[in-house]
């Protein structure tokens, strides 16, 4: 007998009606016209349960043969603690929406050293853990309300191989995986597709394993219906594959023909006795465009044609400020951003979105004004500098950074902006900080080192300028000591806390969109 893991041994079936993918079912219907004409066509579905029995069977098998060995899979199966499982699994799975899971690993066991519990993480004066006193949510919609970032996706995966919930996740390789099995050709990101793959997912996910179940469909989408270069021939469920099955329906169809053209792209109707009954023509789910024969089964999942990337023009300023007349070490003024939108939370250098027709000779005005707003004085006019443009691509924005320099005295009013901070070099170099502004920094180090050639920026943001002897070196490094000790000294008197990383999703140092 298999033993079960601590999670299933203690987790329940999620109301249906009371899950997101639920919630979502309902709206479709109402949107089609009740629940019969919402029923898509049985080829686009699961609808027989001894079909749904044999894929379970045999998707589950594979996994226990083939699934890797990651460390949240290891705490999922093995602690006792639910609380402690919850928090572990909710740790790795914001972890993975940033980065692959490779980067992941050594991300995810440092964190859960460093705040094994989420008592410690609480401690660590994160604000949303101080609401839950300690305690991880025991339900989806717990999971959904009280952390940060959490969506129908995550709360899913937690729910289910931390607390053994009954309930599915769909994420981009699930969203894969489904489709090729059910030859799902509409738009995958439409409401319609998205809310029949969680209806999907809730129907076939095992009772006894949900948690399992969502993994080794996850994992089957990583390793073996990848989305180029698909294993078809190792797939585990590749007889519950209906694009597998028109694949090889054409080869013996052209097998067949003498007649038939090999190099034909396209195949606009691949007949096909056990095809949508609606037809291609009417049918919502089924490919639009006809079939490409050089994708095979990678025809599925078809996403819309990719808008590019809005164009936008940043003017940028790395502004200086020297609080005492002693200090050596200057402080670098950064902005906090938003709490939601792009780059929620983080900090970034004063900046200002240009407008097409504004001239480079008004950049200076502007950024001016904008210091003058923040902390109530304007820099020095003859300190600007303009060091050059930077370039940061988004997966939707082209952003060029134009960045100056510039330095006020030590009579600003350090609170006039509440989410304003002033910092020093190595300060700057542990805040969470955007990979843009990273850039920015790189840059002005180096113009700086370039003009004087003795300034050090701090290792990480450029390589350090090589000294011309060893006295230079002994005195520059007797000045950096005096400097740290100020600075340290400086900030035990008013701590920048809200600097460091406040949040999960801000833990890493650079931002790689979720790939597994």
């Not at 003058?372 to 940061?392: A, K, M, N």
């Not at 100056?404 to 030590?410: E, P």
Request: with cysteine; net charge positive.
């Amino acid at each position: 007998m298999r033993k079960r893991s601590p999670a299933v041994r203690a987790g329940k079936r999620a109301a249906p009606q009371n899950t997101p993918a639920g919630q979502a079912k309902k709206k479709a219907e109402l949107r089609l016209g009740g629940a019969e004409s919402a029923r898509p066509s049985s080829y686009h579905f699961f609808n027989e349960p001894a079909e749904v029995s044999l894929f379970r069977s045999r998707l589950l098998r594979w996994y226990d043969q083939s699934k890797r060995d990651l460390p949240w899979r290891t705490v999922a199966m093995t602690e006792t603690d639910a609380n402690i499982r919850t928090y572990a699994v909710w740790v790795s799975e914001v972890m993975l929406q940033q980065t692959q899971v490779a980067t992941v690993i050594d991300y995810y066991n440092k964190w859960m050293k460093r705040w094994p519990t989420v008592q410690e993480l609480a401690a660590a004066s994160v604000e949303v853990m101080s609401e839950l006193a300690g305690e991880m949510p025991r339900t989806t919609q717990g999971l959904l309300k009280w952390l940060p970032g959490v969506g129908r996706y995550t709360a899913g995966a937690v729910g289910s191989i931390a607390l053994g919930l009954v309930t599915g996740a769909v994420d981009g390789n699930v969203t894969r995986v489904l489709c090729r099995l059910r030859a799902i050709g509409a738009d995958c990101t439409s409401s319609l597709v998205t809310d029949l793959l969680w209806e999907i997912c809730n129907l076939i996910v095992d009772p006894e394993r949900p948690g399992q179940f969502n993994q080794a469909l996850m994992e089957l989408g990583a390793l073996v219906c990848r989305p180029k270069s698909p294993l078809c021939a190792r797939c585990p469920v590749q007889t519950h594959c209906h694009a597998y099955r028109k694949v090889i329906l054409i080869q013996e169809t052209d097998a067949k023909s003498p007649l038939s053209n090999p190099d034909s792209v396209q195949s606009p109707c691949v007949p096909d006795i056990e095809d949508c009954s609606a037809g291609d023509s009417s049918c919502k789910l089924c490919l639009s465009e006809g079939w490409a024969r050089d994708l095979g089964v990678q025809n599925y999942p078809r996403k819309p044609v990719r808008k590019a990337p809005r164009v936008e023009r940043m003017v940028t300023c790395v502004l200086r400020c020297r609080m005492t007349e002693d200090e050596d070490e200057p402080q670098y003024l950064l902005i906090q951003r938003p709490s939601t939108g792009l780059l929620a939370g983080m900090w970034e250098l004063p900046s200002i979105l240009l407008e097409e027709d504004i001239p480079g000779k008004k950049h200076r005005a502007l950024l001016s004004a904008e210091v003058q707003r923040i902390v109530g004085t304007s820099p020095d006019e003859d300190s600007f500098q303009y060091l050059g443009e930077v370039v940061h691509i988004f997966s939707h924005i082209h952003q060029t950074y134009v960045v100056y320099s510039a330095s006020v005295g030590g009579s600003t009013e350090r609170d006039r902006e509440p989410q304003s901070r002033w910092v020093s070099a190595s300060a700057l170099q542990e805040a969470a900080v955007s990979t843009g502004v990273k850039k920015i920094m790189k840059l002005y180090y180096e113009s700086t080192s370039k003009l004087q050639g003795t300034e050090l920026g701090p290792k990480g943001f450029f390589t350090v300028c090589p000294f011309q002897n060893k006295k230079q070196k002994r005195s520059a490094e007797a000045r950096r000591s005096q400097r740290t000790k100020r600075t340290r000294n400086r900030e035990d008197r008013a701590p920048c806390r809200g600097l460091k990383q406040s949040s999960l999703s801000q833990f890493f140092t650079s931002s790689k969109p979720a790939s597994t």
